[in-house]
Structure formats: structure tokens, C-alpha cells
């Protein structure tokens, strides 16, 4: 942490500031500019940031020089993490692609969805089982009898199953059935459920909050990785901002950013952020083409008769068609020349 003091700031004010410091257990490093002094600070940043250093006369700035979060920074891991999904690997250039219907509507729309979804390179079948929405009186999901399904197919398939947990009290039933437990973006910031599934020993798709930062969105994966769970996969949906146009924004900056500050898996969906059919392709190969180690796309049967999302959903050849646009444009960035 870096203290800037204030061009007319006293020698007392200055004294004060270090005393509060080095009270904290940390050591200080003082530098006199023409102009400025600034203080350097030495030990735990966490502590400092406790101190509430920026009401204190004379202080003009204080600025981090850590990050934030640890165990989800690049620095923490000499390698970019790769986890094992079905049959394949998500990380570190393994693309993975996960696929299915927004929510479980019944048994044979899942199994149908999962074989064309298999047929076309995907590793993973999607399917909300609990579903959050807006409106309490939407289709909110089949709960139980969904995860039974999500199970059967699994046996049925061999796709390891996603599916989202909303409630604390939920995470061993859905641990009991899934694969990968999905942490939506309403609950980007729900911190006992993050702690609950950092208890868990599945995979963790944590989606980016609409409105979070992605320092708050790396914190939330520190949540998770702090209970003692690392296997975490984070998953840029689109955030809201004042376009109003698309259901939400894509960030898609935040794919190479990411990749730059964390070793986790990094993956893409770009149905939500599209909320319409024909613009989930492009926004799609979009993210390929930035890096991302993976897709998150809603398939359905008969979009238009979906009892959610359906008109952010592909239909069968449009996913297929994906899957080859996206192999294409993967294959065109491998062979680019790398930006130095
Ligand atoms: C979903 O994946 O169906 C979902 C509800 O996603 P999000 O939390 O990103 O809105
Ligand atoms: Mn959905």
C-alpha cells in the first residue's frame, strides 16, 4: 500500500500517519519528493486497508499495490489450472464447450438435447434444475425431479451435468447429482454460498455478477477457493449497463483481462448476454477469438416453446453450426501470430 500525503500536508500530520502504520505491525518506507511525500507500507496490505488511513488529515491518496484477492491470482500458481471435465479438460487453451437447455422441462427434451449436443462436440450438458427468476411467478424449475433426470442422462450420456444451486441448504442434494455446481449471477455475491460449495469437492462455475466488478467477481472466486475449494471456472454472462438493446452487455474485454490476473478457467456465455437467438453466434466466436477456455450456451429442442430463455436458445443446427464456426476461429487464433 502507497500513502500519498498532500502537497501541504505537516510533519505531524505525516507522524501521525506512520505512527498509525507501524501501530498495525507494519513497517513504513518514507519518500520526499519536491512536492509530495509519500509513505510506503510494508507487511499485510489486508491490515492496512483496515485503517481507514484516507479520512486522516494530510492524506491525499492511498493506493494498493497488491491485489485484492490471492489465491485466485496469477502470481499464487506457477501454472494456469486445467480441470478435469467429462472427457475432456477445461483450462489453459482446453476448449470445453457446455450445452443444454436453460431449464430441465422434462426427460426427453433432455436426452434429446444431450445427444445432439454431444454429437456436436459439447463435453457437458447444462440444465437449471433450480432456476432464479425475475418474476416469482415464472417456471422456476422441476427441483428435484429435474436433478433425477440430469442424473439419468449423465448415466445415459456420459455428460458430466451443470446445473445451478441457489441455497446454502441446497448444496449436498444438488452435489448429490451434479458435476458442477453453477453459482448464478444473482448469487455472484451470496457469501455463505460461496463458502458452502468451497466446502463442496465438485467444480464451481461461478458466473460474473451483472453489476460486479471483476475485482469483485475475482473476490467472489477467492470465497470459494478461501473454504478450501479451487476448482473453480469463471464465466463472463454480461454485465447491465445503460444499453438497453441486448439483455446485457458482454464484456468481452474482461476474457483476456482475466486470463491476466487469475489462473483459473475462463469461459463465455453468450446466450445470456445476448438474449436473442441470432446474436449468440457472433458474440460467441466473439469470445473465442479474445481466448476464452470454453462456451456456456443454451440449446433447446423447439426454442420457441421453452419454458425460459427460450428466445436466447439454439436449436439443434444452429448450435452445430456454432460448434464449427467456433472450432474454425479457435483454429485461425492458434494460428495467429502471438501479440507480444
Ligand atoms: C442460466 O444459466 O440459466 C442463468 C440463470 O444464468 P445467469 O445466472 O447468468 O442469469
Ligand atoms: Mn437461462
New binding site residues.
Partial sequence: MIIVMHADASQEQLEAVVNRVVDAGMKTHVSRGETRTIVGCIGDEARVRELALHSLPGVQDVLPVEKPYKLASREFAAEPTVLPLGSGTVGDGAFAVIAGP??VEGRDMLVKTARSVKAAGAVAL?G?AF??RTSPYAFRGLGLRALEMLAEVRDETGLPIVT?VMDTRHVSLVSQYADVL?I????MQNFPLLSEVGKSDKLVLL?RG?SATLDDFLLAAEYVMNAGNAKVIL?E??IRTFERAMRNTLDIGAVPYLKRETHLPVIV?P??AAGERRLVHPLALAAVAVGADGL?V?VHPDPDSAL??GDQSLDFSAFANLMHAALAVRAAIQAAPRDL
Avoid: A, N, Y
Fill in positions: 436453460c431449464s447444462r437449471g432456476k432464479p445451478e453453477q448464478g449471477t444473482r448469487s458466473k451483472m464465466c454472462r454480461g456465455d446466450s445470456h456456456l443454451e425460459s430463455d
